[in-house]
Antibody, heavy 116, light 107 residues
Framework: EVQLVESGGGLVQPGGSLRLSCAAS????????MNWVRQAPGKGLEWVSY????????YYADSVKGRFTISRDNAKNSLNLQMNSLRAEDTAVYYC?????????WGQGTLVTVSS | DIQMTQSPSSVSASVGDRVTITCRAS??????LAWYQQKPGKAPKLLIH???SLQSGVPSRFSGSGSGTDFTLTISSLQPEDFATYYC?????????FGQGTKVEIK
């Protein structure tokens, strides 16, 4: 059974940093592209970042470019999102999602709250 | 970036009704479109990919159509478990973008 389990969310002050992780199981992690998608409270879905199976190709939304860094450790079946210079508008549930074009498998999400 | 615009933003319907949701892309995306259903507190669920291909396990009352810039999601006979928010997403290019969502509510 495919499982994606996010962790690392929490309360952080504006300007602070947080590192999210997504533990993958039930499939050959190194063969699949991965993404982060977020959802602000009461709002719609926003794609955040993509990483290819090898990690060689990466894309970001303009809203996070230069502040967030996606990475993966295929040996540990782990996807990461390093978030720096956090802003109030980054407050959201962050989901990891598997897929290149559409996203069939999603984690349960981890809540990031940026507030003083 | 490709902008995705859904309409309506909400719709009130009864069990058994036919519901149609429209998604328009700001430029042509061929058939690179997916539809998701999301219920409160849950992750989105993929319903349709490639504009019209029903994901395995999704009931056949859901269907998708369109290509280029105009797409539709149709629920042929609304069931109680279908009350949710629906999103379209373009998969033509990065950044991936979603529509703003359509909430299907009980009339």
């Amino acid at each position: 059974e495919v499982q994606l389990v996010e962790s690392g969310g929490g309360l952080v002050q504006p300007g602070g940093s947080l590192r999210l992780s997504c533990a993958a199981s039930g499939f050959t992690f190194s063969s699949y592209e991965m993404n982060w998608v977020r959802q602000a409270p009461g709002k719609g879905l926003e794609w955040v970042s993509y990483i290819s199976s090898s990690g060689s190709t990466i894309y970001y939304a303009d809203s996070v470019k230069g502040r967030f860094t996606i990475s993966r450790d295929n040996a540990k079946n782990s996807l990461n999102l390093q978030m720096n210079s956090l802003r109030a508008e980054d407050t959201a549930v962050y989901y990891c999602a598997r897929g290149t074009y559409s996203f069939y498998y999603w984690g349960q999400g981890t809540l990031v709250t940026v507030s003083s | 970036d490709i902008q995705m615009t859904q309409s309506p933003s909400s719709v009130s319907a009864s069990v058994g009704d036919r519901v149609t949701i429209t998604c328009r892309a700001s430029q042509g995306i061929s058939s690179w479109l997916a539809w998701y259903q999301q219920k409160p507190g849950k992750a989105p669920k993929l319903l349709i990919h490639g504009a019209s291909s029903l994901q395995s396990g999704v009931p056949s009352r859901f269907s998708g159509s369109g290509s280029g810039t105009d797409f539709t999601l149709t629920i042929s006979s609304l069931q109680p478990e279908d009350f949710a928010t629906y999103y379209c997403q373009q998969a033509d290019s990065f950044p991936r973008t979603f529509g703003q969502g359509t909430k299907v509510e009980i009339k």
